[in-house]
Nanobody, 121 residues
Framework: QVQLVESGGGLVQPGGSLRLSCAAS????????VGWWRQTPGNQRELVAL???????YYADSVKGRFTISRDNAKNNMYLQMNSLKPEDTAVYYC???????????????WGQGTQVTVSL
């Protein structure tokens, strides 16, 4: 089992920055994909960014050049640095870990409880 706890959300003015953190406890296998998702009321959860154990990264077009995902393997933490924030970035942000021991088995999927990010004057 893996438990995820997000922090770092809050209220920020447009153009400002926030850094979200996700602390993971439990066993994360050598094969993993860690990501940040966000959701607004009445909408589906959307993928913001992810990073794989192989080092590949993905960013949604809407955040490219503004957000950076990273992981500290030693601390089992994951981060999302968000710069040049816009009102449309307002959402609840969730961290997600998909992990498995070998390529032959399905991923185990874990979610944090979410942290609110509000971008407003």
């Amino acid at each position: 089992q893996v438990q995820l706890v997000e922090s770092g959300g809050g209220l920020v003015q447009p153009g400002g920055s926030l850094r979200l953190s996700c602390a993971a406890s439990g066993s994360i296998f050598s094969l993993y994909i860690v990501g940040w998702w966000r959701q607004t009321p009445g909408n589906q959860r959307e993928l913001v960014a992810l990073i794989s154990s192989g080092g590949s990264t993905y960013y949604a077009d809407s955040v490219k050049g503004r957000f950076t995902i990273s992981r500290d393997n030693a601390k089992n933490n994951m981060y999302l640095q968000m710069n040049s924030l816009k009102p449309e970035d307002t959402a609840v942000y969730y961290c997600n870990v998909k992990t498995k021991a070998t390529v032959a088995v399905p991923f185990n999927d874990y979610w944090g409880q979410g942290t609110q990010v509000t971008v407003s004057l």
